[in-house]
Structures are given as C-alpha cells and as structure tokens.
C-alpha cells in the first residue's frame, strides 16, 4: 500500500501563486510516477502534470508555461508550483503515484485525499 499526504493549497488572486506538497509512503517502486490531478465542481477529475523517476515531465495544454512539477526522489516527495494563476485552475487537487510493476506496466494509482485550491478576487 502507498500513503500520499499533501500539502499547500488555499486562496490565491488571479495572477498570484501557489506551491502543493506530497510525501508519499509505503511501498514505493524504484521506478515510479507521480503528480497531480485535478477535479472542478461538476467536472472530471483531470490530469494537471506528472513526473517520472528519471525527470521526464508532462503537462495538460492549460497549465503549460504556468505550473512547474519537481520531486525528490530520495524523499519521495513531489511538488507543483503554480505561477499565473487563473480563476479555472480552481479545483480540488489531488496527489497521485504508480509504481512500475516487475511485470513492466503502471500500477493502480494511489491517491491523496485532496487540496482545495481557489483562484478568487
């Protein structure tokens, strides 16, 4: 089992920042993935950004140029900083892992249990 606790959220003005926090516990692979998802009222939950134990990222098109996605491998944290923020990034945000199996796929994803970020004026 993965334990993920997050950190950071809250309310930020349009253009203003923010910064979440993960620590993810348990039995964690060598390899693994980890990042954020995102749910608004009345919508999917979405993925925001991801990143891989060797570096790789990857970004929904909304957040490209405005969030950044980091981690520390040895602490098995991961972090999202929000620069630019827009009233639409208001959202529950929710931390995620998978691990890479020995059978060579993805694991099921582990879950926090959410931050709430509002963009407000």
């Known amino acids: 089992q993965v334990q993920l606790v997050e950190s950071g959220g809250g309310l930020a003005q349009p253009g203003g920042s923010l910064r979440l926090s993960c620590a993810a516990s348990?039995?964690?692979?060598?390899?693994?993935?980890m990042g954020w998802y995102r749910q608004a009222p009345g919508k999917q939950r979405a993925v925001v950004a991801h990143?891989?134990?060797?570096?790789?990222?990857d970004y929904s098109d909304s957040v490209k140029g405005r969030f950044t996605i980091s981690r520390a491998n040895a602490k098995n944290t991961v972090s999202l900083q929000m620069n630019s923020l827009k009233a639409e990034d208001t959202a529950v945000y929710y931390c995620?892992?998978?691990?890479?199996?020995?059978?060579?796929?993805?694991?099921?994803?582990?879950w926090g249990q959410g931050t709430q970020v509002t963009v407000s004026s």
């Open positions: 995620y892992l998978r691990n890479w199996t020995t059978g060579g796929y993805w694991s099921r994803g582990y």
């Open positions: 348990g039995t964690i692979s060598s390899i693994n993935r």
């Open positions: 990143i891989t134990t060797n570096g790789t990222t």
